[in-house]
């Protein structure tokens, strides 16, 4: 159920530039020409997304109908998420890798809104194991398997950088930021790698220790910052590619990591019996027959059929945007 966060994604991309506040419905301004939120809207609907390609906005309502229509079958049979799900599962992610504010960041997304996609998989997730037996022989088993790869995270940084060609422009990024300059503002003025200086430098995802395709003496000089510090210039040269300047900028830094048992058996339990549930329940089955049953009605044209059967179709309404 996760087809709609690759929209999330582009949406962020499309978006990327300085958003005003000039006019309730101007989401940007290019050089005095204005971006509307209407014609934002109309563009992520014509977009193409997954494979096979479709529609943007039919993926993310097709995602949202089956999300309400297990959110309800939960409720009927009584297994309704509880509070205490669903913050297991936020306590997780905060000692995740990078951290659950870096998660959010990068999608673009609140807490809140991130509790609400939690509630929909867990719904689900009750569902397939309402009634499955686990041993706790079963969940010790697994977790001796899985520890060193599941249950450990590796001692990480999260950096920033400002890369340049020549060695006089990576100076005068490193003078600017000494004299006081954001390094954010630097990166996005005077860094030449296109995938990064957008973010203020900030590279997606966490760097770890022999961590293949970055070159040693970056993640070494990564791993000397203290948090904030930025280094001095840094030459790369991979191949025989031309020489490059960096500039790097600890984020954030974290120890290594293993999850104790205790940590981590509950979450364990639940995903035996999930794999268990799925094959005694037939859960995709039982998933069709209620998108099947559901009385959906959908007031567009445009994605009317999504609502699936043909009971459903008759519900269905003509009225269009």
Same mark, same amino acid.
Request: proline residues 3%.
């Given at each position: 159920m996760h087809k709609g966060h690759a929209l999330l994604v582009l949406a962020g991309l499309l978006v990327a530039t300085v958003l005003t506040g000039c006019g309730r419905n101007t989401l940007a301004v290019v050089n005095g020409e204005k971006i509307t939120k209407d014609e934002f809207y109309k563009k992520l609907e014509q977009m193409q997304v997954g494979n096979p390609p479709a529609p943007a906005g039919a993926v993310v309502l097709r995602q949202m109908i089956g999300e309400k229509v297990v959110e309800q079958m939960a409720k009927k049979r009584e297994v309704e998420p509880t509070d205490a799900q669903i913050q297991r599962k936020v306590d997780f992610e905060k000692k995740g890798e990078g951290g659950l504010q870096a998660k959010l960041?990068?999608?673009? @997304?609140? $807490? %809140?809104?991130?509790?609400? =996609?939690?509630?929909?998989?867990?719904?689900?997730?009750?569902?397939? *194991?309402? /009634?499955?037996?686990? *041993?706790?022989?079963?969940? !010790?088993?697994?977790?001796?398997?899985?520890?060193?790869?599941?249950?450990?995270?590796? =001692?990480?940084?999260? @950096? /920033?950088?400002? &890369?340049?060609?020549? !060695?006089?422009?990576?100076?005068?990024?490193? %003078?600017?930021? *000494?004299?006081?300059?954001?390094?954010s503002t630097v990166a996005l003025n005077m860094s030449e790698d296109e995938l990064t200086k957008g973010l203020g430098g900030e590279v997606r995802g966490a760097v770890v220790r022999n961590m293949p395709g970055v070159p040693k003496? @970056? &993640?070494?000089?990564?791993?000397? $910052?203290?948090?904030? %510090?930025?280094?001095?210039?840094?030459?790369? !040269? =991979? /191949?025989? /590619?031309?020489?490059?300047?960096? @500039?790097? !900028?600890?984020?954030?830094k974290r120890p290594k990591l293993v999850y104790s048992f205790n940590e981590v058996k509950g979450q364990i339990r639940e995903g035996i019996a999930f794999n268990k549930g799925q094959k005694q329940k037939s859960l995709d089955k039982l998933l069709a027959k209620a998108q099947e049953d559901a009385k959906i009605k959908i007031n567009s044209d445009r994605y009317k059929a999504l609502a699936g059967s043909k009971k459903a179709k008759k519900k269905t309404g003509d009225k269009k945007d």
């Open positions: 960041q990068a999608r673009n @997304i609140s $807490l %809140e809104d991130y509790k609400k =996609e939690l509630y929909a998989q867990q719904a689900l997730v009750n569902i397939a *194991t309402k /009634g499955v037996k686990v *041993t706790d022989e079963e969940v !010790k088993e697994f977790y001796k398997q899985a520890k060193d790869t599941l249950y450990t995270r590796p =001692e990480h940084v999260r @950096i /920033g950088v400002i &890369i340049c060609k020549g !060695k006089e422009k990576i100076d005068k990024a490193r %003078e600017q930021i *000494t004299s006081g300059t954001d390094f003496n @970056i &993640i070494d000089t990564a791993f000397s $910052l203290k948090i904030r %510090e930025s280094s001095k210039p840094v030459q790369v !040269k =991979e /191949g025989n /590619g031309p020489a490059q300047w960096v @500039i790097i !900028k600890c984020l954030d």
